[in-house]
């Protein structure tokens, strides 16, 4: 399926030499309240890799929960991939927002650092960043140049606080551009992507150039508050729940094992058991090719997290 899958159990190969599992663990949204729960449901499940973002604010109660999961002996700290984001308002200084990423996680290394949207915002200097999505933040745009926040991203690997890096949010152009100055180049880009926003020609040109592409959004139903700008869910397409009724799966379980099988790697959030555990077994089956055909073919098209409602600018085009 992927060229790069190395075992049964959906773990990659990535270009620096690691390994990560292709269906990741979100944890956007996640409360504190619901942190210890949520975590220690989804390493029981056999989720490793943990996908957080300073702009999620809440990687202080993340990182709670994971220590405390290593504590009470459910998981080995080397068997977990975690990952995190510097915010646009951390780009000119990426080697701090690290480091505080990593005292808030209780962390010595991540597995991966990304760079959250590709393009610099003027910083308040508050970390854990606070941001409000609004089409007016253009006002507040920082021209600062993406190769620059490579170049520190490419240090923090060298000074060993970070095994991986990748990027987020980045169109093919964007990719293109960063491969062809990076001298470590990004193992991953994380963008939506869902049955009705298929972005066909960015996963191909991401496993092409052996980026692994891993979409978010895949399953979200999305709740009514400013980050959303789109609210048909292909959990409720007719022909997604005919097909989950003749396999005896759910429709999240077919959009999150679609996605994979078109070679693109999810993160998927829940703070529901059942739900994690559900979503975990979307991997151990198979969709049929017609069933693959049917929802490739979907027409509908829609974007959940606008970039240019959050940042003032249609950054995915
Ligand atoms: N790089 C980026 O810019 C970016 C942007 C957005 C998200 N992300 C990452 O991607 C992750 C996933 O995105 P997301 O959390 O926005 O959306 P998602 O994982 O597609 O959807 C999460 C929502 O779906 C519900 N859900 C989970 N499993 C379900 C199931 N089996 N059936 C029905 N509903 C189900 C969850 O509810 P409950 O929790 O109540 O069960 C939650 O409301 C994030 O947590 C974050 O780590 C990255």
């Known amino acids: 399926m992927f060229p790069f899958l190395v075992s049964k159990n959906m773990k990659v190969s990535l270009s620096s030499g690691y390994e990560m599992p292709l269906l990741a663990f979100g944890t956007f949204k996640i409360e504190q309240n619901e942190a210890d729960q ?28 994971i220590a405390n999961a290593i504590n009470s002996g459910a998981v080995a700290r080397e068997e977990l991939f975690i990952a995190t984001k510097a915010w646009p308002t951390q780009y000119r200084d990426i080697r701090s927002a690290c480091i505080n990423s990593l005292r808030r996680l209780k962390l010595e290394y991540l597995d991966l650092y990304i ?91 991401c496993n092409l150039n052996n980026v692994i592409p891993m979409g978010y959004n895949v399953i979200l139903k999305p709740p009514n508050n400013p980050y959303y700008h789109y609210n048909e869910t292909a959990l409720e397409d007719p022909a997604v729940i005919q097909i989950a009724e003749k396999m005896q799966k759910t429709p ?66």
């Open 115 to 205: 760079l959250h949207w590709p393009l610099a915002v003027k910083s308040n200097l508050e970390d854990p960043p606070v941001f409000t999505p609004s089409a007016d933040n253009y006002k507040i745009f920082d021209r600062y140049p993406l190769h620059l926040a490579w170049k520190q991203m490419e240090e923090l690997v060298k000074e060993g606080l970070v095994r991986s890096i990748g990027v987020s949010n980045w169109t093919v152009g964007l990719l293109n551009d960063l491969l062809s100055y990076a001298t470590i180049p990004p193992v991953c880009n994380q963008f939506e992507t869902h049955a009705y926003y298929q972005r066909k020609a960015l996963i191909e040109f």
């Open 38 to 65: 949520a975590i220690l449901s989804a390493i029981q499940t056999g989720y490793r890799h943990i996908d957080c973002a300073s702009f999620y604010l809440n990687e202080e109660h993340i990182g709670e929960s």
């Open 252 to 317: 999240a379980q077919v959009l999150i094992k679609w996605n994979l099988q078109r070679r693109c790697g999810c993160v998927v959030k829940s703070i529901t058991p059942s739900r994690i555990q559900e979503n975990w077994q979307s991997q151990f089956f198979d969709l049929a090719e017609e069933d693959m055909n049917t929802i490739n073919s979907f027409t509908k098209h829609g974007v959940f997290l606008d970039p240019s409602k959050m940042f003032g600018i249609a950054l995915n085009d």
